[in-house]
Protein backbone atom coordinates (compact mmCIF):
# COMPACT_ATOMS: atom_id res chain seq x y z
CA UNK A 1 0.00 0.00 0.00
CA UNK A 2 2.92 2.43 0.89
CA UNK A 3 4.67 1.83 -2.63
CA UNK A 4 1.31 2.35 -4.61
CA UNK A 5 0.48 5.89 -2.40
CA UNK A 6 4.08 7.06 -2.93
CA UNK A 7 3.34 6.04 -6.72
CA UNK A 8 0.48 8.02 -6.77
CA UNK A 9 1.54 10.81 -5.29
CA UNK A 10 4.63 10.48 -7.84
CA UNK A 11 2.56 10.72 -10.92
CA UNK A 12 0.54 13.18 -9.40
CA UNK A 13 3.30 15.83 -8.49
CA UNK A 14 5.11 14.69 -12.07
CA UNK A 15 1.69 16.36 -13.68
CA UNK A 16 1.90 19.07 -11.47
CA UNK A 17 5.51 20.18 -12.41
CA UNK A 18 4.83 19.99 -16.19
CA UNK A 19 1.49 22.58 -15.21
CA UNK A 20 -0.88 19.97 -16.55
CA UNK A 21 -2.20 19.77 -13.13
CA UNK A 22 -2.85 22.30 -10.84
CA UNK A 23 -2.83 22.08 -7.39
CA UNK A 24 -6.95 21.43 -7.14
CA UNK A 25 -6.02 18.69 -9.41
CA UNK A 26 -3.67 17.08 -7.17
CA UNK A 27 -6.43 17.60 -4.27
CA UNK A 28 -9.04 15.39 -6.65
CA UNK A 29 -6.62 12.68 -7.31
CA UNK A 30 -5.56 12.80 -3.61
CA UNK A 31 -9.08 12.75 -2.46
CA UNK A 32 -9.42 9.74 -4.47
CA UNK A 33 -7.35 7.81 -3.02
CA UNK A 34 -8.32 8.95 0.62
CA UNK A 35 -11.75 7.68 -0.25
CA UNK A 36 -10.68 4.42 -1.48
CA UNK A 37 -8.40 3.76 1.56
CA UNK A 38 -11.21 5.48 4.37
CA UNK A 39 -14.89 4.28 2.87
CA UNK A 40 -14.28 1.03 3.84
CA UNK A 41 -13.28 1.70 7.25
CA UNK A 42 -16.01 4.10 7.56
CA UNK A 43 -18.80 2.15 6.41
CA UNK A 44 -18.06 -0.41 9.53
CA UNK A 45 -17.89 3.02 11.63
CA UNK A 46 -20.45 1.85 14.22
CA UNK A 47 -20.82 2.49 18.28
CA UNK A 48 -22.59 0.73 21.14
CA UNK A 49 -25.60 3.00 20.37
CA UNK A 50 -29.46 2.02 21.38
CA UNK A 51 -30.24 -0.20 19.10
CA UNK A 52 -26.61 -2.54 19.64
CA UNK A 53 -27.71 -2.42 23.30
CA UNK A 54 -31.30 -3.07 23.21
CA UNK A 55 -30.44 -5.90 21.18
CA UNK A 56 -28.87 -7.40 23.61
CA UNK A 57 -31.61 -6.93 26.41
CA UNK A 58 -34.10 -8.64 24.03
CA UNK A 59 -31.73 -11.58 23.83
CA UNK A 60 -31.60 -11.55 27.61
CA UNK A 61 -34.92 -11.63 27.72
CA UNK A 62 -35.33 -14.53 24.90
CA UNK A 63 -32.75 -16.25 26.99
CA UNK A 64 -33.94 -15.88 30.62
CA UNK A 65 -35.00 -18.75 32.82
CA UNK A 66 -38.42 -17.99 34.24
CA UNK A 67 -40.17 -21.19 34.94
CA UNK A 68 -39.44 -20.93 39.03
CA UNK A 69 -40.29 -17.09 39.38
CA UNK A 70 -43.44 -17.56 36.87
CA UNK A 71 -44.67 -20.65 39.06
CA UNK A 72 -44.35 -18.20 42.09
CA UNK A 73 -46.39 -15.73 40.73
CA UNK A 74 -48.89 -18.30 39.33
CA UNK A 75 -49.49 -19.22 43.45
CA UNK A 76 -50.32 -15.71 44.47
CA UNK A 77 -52.96 -13.14 43.10
CA UNK A 78 -53.15 -9.50 44.17
CA UNK A 79 -55.76 -8.23 46.41
CA UNK A 80 -55.84 -4.52 47.84
CA UNK A 81 -51.78 -4.24 47.52
CA UNK A 82 -51.22 -7.69 49.00
CA UNK A 83 -50.04 -11.15 47.18
CA UNK A 84 -52.31 -13.52 48.48
CA UNK A 85 -52.39 -17.02 47.91
CA UNK A 86 -54.57 -18.11 45.23
CA UNK A 87 -56.63 -20.56 46.95
CA UNK A 88 -57.24 -18.11 49.37
CA UNK A 89 -57.05 -20.01 52.86
CA UNK A 90 -53.98 -17.64 53.94
CA UNK A 91 -53.03 -13.97 53.28
CA UNK A 92 -49.13 -13.84 52.74
CA UNK A 93 -47.41 -10.90 53.16
CA UNK A 94 -44.56 -10.28 50.84
CA UNK A 95 -41.86 -7.68 52.27
CA UNK A 96 -40.51 -5.07 49.55
CA UNK A 97 -37.28 -5.33 50.45
CA UNK A 98 -34.45 -2.43 49.17
CA UNK A 99 -33.77 -2.72 45.97
CA UNK A 100 -37.69 -3.31 45.10
CA UNK A 101 -39.42 -3.55 42.01
CA UNK A 102 -43.12 -2.53 43.41
CA UNK A 103 -44.33 -6.34 43.84
CA UNK A 104 -41.25 -7.06 45.58
CA UNK A 105 -40.09 -10.31 44.00
CA UNK A 106 -37.19 -10.76 41.91
CA UNK A 107 -35.53 -13.87 39.84
CA UNK A 108 -33.28 -15.77 41.67
CA UNK A 109 -30.02 -15.26 42.28
CA UNK A 110 -29.07 -18.25 40.64
CA UNK A 111 -30.92 -17.44 37.30
CA UNK A 112 -29.42 -14.62 37.01
CA UNK A 113 -25.90 -16.26 37.10
CA UNK A 114 -27.42 -18.91 34.54
CA UNK A 115 -28.38 -16.04 32.42
CA UNK A 116 -24.99 -14.02 32.14
CA UNK A 117 -22.56 -16.76 32.33
CA UNK A 118 -25.31 -18.26 29.16
CA UNK A 119 -25.11 -14.80 27.24
CA UNK A 120 -21.72 -13.03 26.89
CA UNK A 121 -24.10 -10.25 25.19
CA UNK A 122 -25.60 -9.11 28.45
CA UNK A 123 -22.53 -8.93 30.66
CA UNK A 124 -22.90 -5.36 30.79
CA UNK A 125 -25.90 -5.93 32.89
CA UNK A 126 -24.44 -8.64 35.60
CA UNK A 127 -22.76 -5.79 38.20
CA UNK A 128 -25.49 -3.12 38.10
CA UNK A 129 -28.47 -6.44 38.19
CA UNK A 130 -26.69 -7.95 40.78
CA UNK A 131 -25.54 -5.62 43.29
CA UNK A 132 -28.29 -2.37 42.21
CA UNK A 133 -29.13 -0.44 45.39
CA UNK A 134 -31.71 1.99 45.14
CA UNK A 135 -31.00 6.11 44.72
CA UNK A 136 -32.83 9.08 45.71
CA UNK A 137 -35.00 9.65 42.91
CA UNK A 138 -35.28 6.04 41.90
CA UNK A 139 -38.98 5.58 41.09
CA UNK A 140 -39.60 1.55 41.17
CA UNK A 141 -43.82 1.74 41.39
CA UNK A 142 -44.30 4.18 38.22
CA UNK A 143 -45.48 0.92 35.85
CA UNK A 144 -46.80 -1.30 38.86
CA UNK A 145 -48.99 -0.06 41.03
CA UNK A 146 -49.62 -2.11 43.89
CA UNK A 147 -53.48 -1.39 44.07
CA UNK A 148 -53.95 -1.70 39.88
CA UNK A 149 -51.44 -4.10 38.54
CA UNK A 150 -52.86 -8.00 38.67
CA UNK A 151 -50.81 -9.68 35.92
CA UNK A 152 -47.55 -10.33 36.53
CA UNK A 153 -45.18 -12.35 34.97
CA UNK A 154 -40.80 -13.15 35.70
CA UNK A 155 -40.74 -11.09 32.20
CA UNK A 156 -42.51 -8.13 33.42
CA UNK A 157 -40.36 -7.55 36.37
CA UNK A 158 -37.11 -8.25 34.35
CA UNK A 159 -38.66 -5.49 32.06
CA UNK A 160 -39.35 -3.44 35.11
CA UNK A 161 -36.35 -3.64 36.05
CA UNK A 162 -34.59 -3.03 32.91
CA UNK A 163 -36.57 0.01 32.28
CA UNK A 164 -35.25 1.28 36.04
CA UNK A 165 -31.91 0.28 35.12
CA UNK A 166 -31.67 2.45 31.71
CA UNK A 167 -33.38 5.51 33.38
CA UNK A 168 -31.31 6.10 36.64
CA UNK A 169 -27.87 4.16 35.26
CA UNK A 170 -27.68 4.08 31.65
CA UNK A 171 -28.06 7.42 31.01
CA UNK A 172 -25.02 8.44 32.33
CA UNK A 173 -22.84 5.56 31.95
CA UNK A 174 -23.72 5.10 28.16
CA UNK A 175 -20.74 7.19 26.72
CA UNK A 176 -18.44 4.89 28.68
CA UNK A 177 -18.43 2.33 25.56
CA UNK A 178 -19.52 4.47 22.91
CA UNK A 179 -16.84 6.95 21.02
CA UNK A 180 -13.86 4.05 21.31
CA UNK A 181 -14.41 3.59 17.38
CA UNK A 182 -14.26 7.43 17.09
CA UNK A 183 -10.99 7.15 18.64
CA UNK A 184 -9.76 4.58 16.12
CA UNK A 185 -10.90 6.47 13.57
CA UNK A 186 -9.24 9.80 14.93
CA UNK A 187 -5.97 7.49 15.29
CA UNK A 188 -6.39 6.42 11.59
CA UNK A 189 -6.52 9.98 10.30
CA UNK A 190 -3.23 10.82 12.01
CA UNK A 191 -1.67 7.13 11.10
CA UNK A 192 -2.39 8.49 7.50
CA UNK A 193 -1.55 12.10 7.99
CA UNK A 194 1.93 10.58 9.02
CA UNK A 195 2.09 8.42 6.44
CA UNK A 196 1.63 11.29 3.94
CA UNK A 197 4.31 13.71 5.28
CA UNK A 198 6.94 10.41 5.64
CA UNK A 199 6.13 9.42 1.72
CA UNK A 200 6.73 13.63 1.02
CA UNK A 201 9.89 13.64 2.89
CA UNK A 202 11.07 10.57 0.85
CA UNK A 203 10.03 12.48 -2.73
CA UNK A 204 11.66 15.40 -1.22
CA UNK A 205 15.05 13.66 -1.04
CA UNK A 206 14.80 11.98 -3.81
CA UNK A 207 13.26 14.62 -6.39
CA UNK A 208 15.27 17.43 -4.41
CA UNK A 209 11.83 19.31 -4.36
CA UNK A 210 11.86 22.94 -2.83
CA UNK A 211 10.53 23.77 0.38
CA UNK A 212 7.45 25.37 -0.70
CA UNK A 213 6.01 23.01 -3.46
CA UNK A 214 6.21 20.30 -0.43
CA UNK A 215 3.94 22.53 1.88
CA UNK A 216 1.39 22.82 -1.22
CA UNK A 217 1.66 19.45 -1.89
CA UNK A 218 1.03 18.32 1.64
CA UNK A 219 -1.69 21.34 2.12
CA UNK A 220 -3.94 19.20 -0.87
CA UNK A 221 -3.38 16.42 1.33
CA UNK A 222 -4.71 17.70 3.93
CA UNK A 223 -7.69 18.80 2.05
CA UNK A 224 -8.09 15.15 0.87
CA UNK A 225 -8.90 14.41 4.24
CA UNK A 226 -11.43 16.81 5.14
CA UNK A 227 -14.42 15.31 3.03
CA UNK A 228 -13.66 11.63 4.47
CA UNK A 229 -13.14 12.82 8.08
CA UNK A 230 -16.37 15.67 8.03
CA UNK A 231 -18.80 13.14 6.10
CA UNK A 232 -18.13 10.15 8.76
CA UNK A 233 -18.24 12.87 11.59
CA UNK A 234 -21.53 13.93 10.44
CA UNK A 235 -23.01 10.71 9.79
CA UNK A 236 -21.82 9.93 13.94
CA UNK A 237 -23.20 12.88 15.39
CA UNK A 238 -26.74 12.19 14.03
CA UNK A 239 -26.73 8.34 14.76
CA UNK A 240 -24.24 7.82 17.74
CA UNK A 241 -24.97 8.41 21.38
CA UNK A 242 -21.60 9.78 21.99
CA UNK A 243 -21.93 13.41 19.80
CA UNK A 244 -19.14 14.42 21.95
CA UNK A 245 -16.21 12.49 20.18
CA UNK A 246 -18.30 12.68 16.95
CA UNK A 247 -18.33 16.88 18.07
CA UNK A 248 -14.27 16.22 17.88
CA UNK A 249 -13.60 14.79 14.51
CA UNK A 250 -15.61 17.63 13.23
CA UNK A 251 -13.42 19.89 14.62
CA UNK A 252 -10.02 17.89 13.64
CA UNK A 253 -11.82 18.67 10.18
CA UNK A 254 -11.85 21.77 10.36
CA UNK A 255 -8.54 21.97 11.88
CA UNK A 256 -7.26 20.40 8.69
CA UNK A 257 -9.00 23.21 6.78
CA UNK A 258 -7.14 25.81 8.77
CA UNK A 259 -3.42 23.86 7.85
CA UNK A 260 -4.78 23.01 4.64
CA UNK A 261 -5.19 26.63 3.53
CA UNK A 262 -2.27 27.99 5.51
CA UNK A 263 -0.23 25.81 3.15
CA UNK A 264 -1.77 25.89 0.16
CA UNK A 265 -1.13 29.78 0.56
CA UNK A 266 2.71 29.35 0.03
CA UNK A 267 2.58 30.17 -4.14
CA UNK A 268 5.29 29.92 -6.31
CA UNK A 269 5.75 33.75 -6.96
CA UNK A 270 6.46 33.77 -2.56
CA UNK A 271 9.48 31.46 -3.30
CA UNK A 272 12.97 32.51 -3.23
CA UNK A 273 14.51 33.20 -6.32
Known amino acids: MCSSLKNILTSAYVYRQRRSLNTFGMVIVILALSLVLTLPFAWRFEGVNNEVFDQSYQELLADFPSQSVDQKLKDYELQEGQLVPRDGAKEKKEKIDAPAISIGILPELEELDTLFL ?16 PREG ?3 SAAYNRSTQDKLSSQDLLEQFYQNYQKNYRKSQKYLFVGMRHLLFLLFLILYSLLATVVLNRLRLAQRLDFYNLKECYGA ?11 TSLWGYFHLNNRLMALLVILLSIGQLIMAYH ?9 PK
Open 118 to 133: NNPSAYIFLEDMMVYQ
Open 138 to 140: DDF
Open 221 to 231: ILLSLILPSLL
Open 263 to 271: FTGFKEENS
